[in-house]
């Protein structure tokens, strides 16, 4: 079983940066899709941004796009999103995905694809 777990959310003023981590267990196969994905309650989980392979360009939704960096090294089993000029909107439980489809097509369906418990990341106004 894939384990995965997040960390590096926390409190932060409208402007500043987290850098949130993700590291995960063994999987089977090789060059797997990952990402980030965020939940605010009440709301569908939504994508933030992804990597479909090694060695590809990540693929960064409007919200993220010019603020958010995707940085993945499978040689250490880790995915790393660094997140700048944050807003209060941002404001959401983070989740990393391992094994998910990377489609902004590809809505959040459970039961596919490894999940860690998720960081929260709130930014204050």
């Known amino acids: 079983q894939t384990e995965v777990e997040e960390s590096g959310g926390g409190v932060v003023q409208a402007g500043g940066s987290l850098r949130l981590s993700c590291t995960y267990s063994e999987l089977p196969g090789m060059d797997h899709s990952m990402g980030w994905w965020r939940q605010i309650p009440g709301k569908e989980r939504e994508l933030v941004t992804c990597?479909?392979?090694?060695?590809?360009?990540?693929l960064y939704t409007n919200s993220a796009k010019g603020r958010f960096t995707l940085q993945r090294n499978d040689a250490e089993n880790s995915l790393v999103l660094q997140m700048d000029n944050l807003r209060p909107e941002d404001t959401a439980m983070y989740y990393c995905?391992?094994?998910?489809?990377?489609?902004?097509?590809?809505?959040?369906?459970?039961?596919?694809?490894?999940w860690g418990q998720g960081t929260q990341v709130t930014v204050a106004s």
């Open positions: 995905a391992i094994g998910y489809f990377c489609s902004e097509s590809e809505p959040y369906r459970p039961g596919i694809g490894y």
């Open positions: 990597s479909r392979q090694l060695g590809a360009d990540p």
